[in-house]
């Protein structure tokens, strides 16, 4: 039997494979645990966006010889920093917030939809009766409000005799001009 020395090659590559992925695993454990709650929480489309570009890159780093942990690992503490630079900042400032991120959008008013916002927004019918149903609401008329929220939750308000104008916390909720109750 002969010694076939592209075999070794093999498992040392699958060996660095392995090494690589636990290096990468504690890095982006101890790099999220750094970056704080809200790294890991409902994730908004930047967020998402983030999370997606952390998860190539890592990939790129074990998988890919020609990029090295070191260089993998670069880009994603630099988009850790950027995603706290543009947390940091969209908490001082509602204009550059407003900039990033997405406003929540009231999808149906005192039990009738809104057509418009569910067309633009790309939300179902079907999907804002599945929200109500979660909520223990059979008929759309037992909501007093359905807003499609940043992280792309559905959030239900039951119904009540509050005005939308009473509402403190529908403020930064976008709707249509003139909604009136």
């Not at 494979?17 to 695993?25: E, R």
Request: charged letters at 20%.
């Amino acid at each position: 039997m002969e010694f076939d020395p592209s075999l070794l090659a093999h498992h040392s590559r699958l060996a660095e494979v392995a090494i690589l992925s636990l290096a990468f695993y504690v890095t982006i454990v101890v790099l999220t645990r750094l970056s704080g709650k809200r790294t890991t929480s409902q994730m908004n489309n930047f967020d998402w966006i983030i999370t997606v570009v952390v998860g190539s890159l890592a990939a790129s780093g074990i998988l890919l010889r020609d990029v090295s942990y070191a260089e993998a690992t670069a880009a994603i503490v630099a988009l850790g920093v950027c995603q706290y630079a543009v947390t940091f900042v969209s908490v001082r400032s509602s204009t550059f917030t407003k900039a990033v991120k997405a406003e929540p959008t009231l999808l149906l008013h005192k039990g009738t939809f809104i057509d418009d916002a569910l067309k633009r927004t790309r939300v179902t019918r079907s999907e804002v009766e599945s929200a109500l149903r979660q909520e223990g609401i059979v008929d759309p008329a037992g909501a007093n409000w359905v807003i499609l929220e940043t992280d792309g939750t559905l959030a239900v308000i039951p119904r009540s005799d509050t005005p939308l104008a009473d509402a403190p916390v529908m403020e930064s909720v976008e709707r249509p001009d003139g909604l009136t109750a």
